[in-house]
């Protein structure tokens, strides 16, 4: 699934370059990572959206547009029909870092 990432960079006027910094990361880096064959962990496009005050399905998608595409976590694979799709598998991503948090409490 494609991220915008470099569009809400722009639409913010925030340069790759002050991003990387933000993230302790070199802009070559960070370039890598986010570019169409990119595939950023999911702590770093949580670390990007909080940096870029927006929500994490935004770096994703318009919240107007069809939605399509599969992402793997875990190595399972899922596939996203729309925005609540996103959500839902995010939700369950959060949940499942919560529920692994409190185990080692």
């Known amino acids: 699934m494609k991220n915008r990432i470099k569009d809400i960079l722009k ?7 002050e991003l990387a910094e933000k993230l302790n990361m070199t802009e070559t880096g960070l370039s890598i990572s986010i570019n169409e064959n990119g ?6 496009l949580e670390d990007i959206a909080n940096i870029l005050e927006v929500e994490l399905v935004e770096l994703f998608t318009p919240i107007d547009s069809n939605t399509k595409g599969y992402i793997e976590h875990n190595g399972t694979i899922h596939k996203i029909n729309s ?3 996103l959500r839902n598998l995010l939700e369950n991503i959060d949940g499942e870092k919560r529920n692994s948090d409190n185990k080692y409490k």
């Open 39 to 44: 595939n950023p962990p999911l702590k770093r």
């Open 83 to 85: 925005i609540q799709d």
């Open 11 to 17: 639409d913010k006027g925030v340069s790759q370059k």
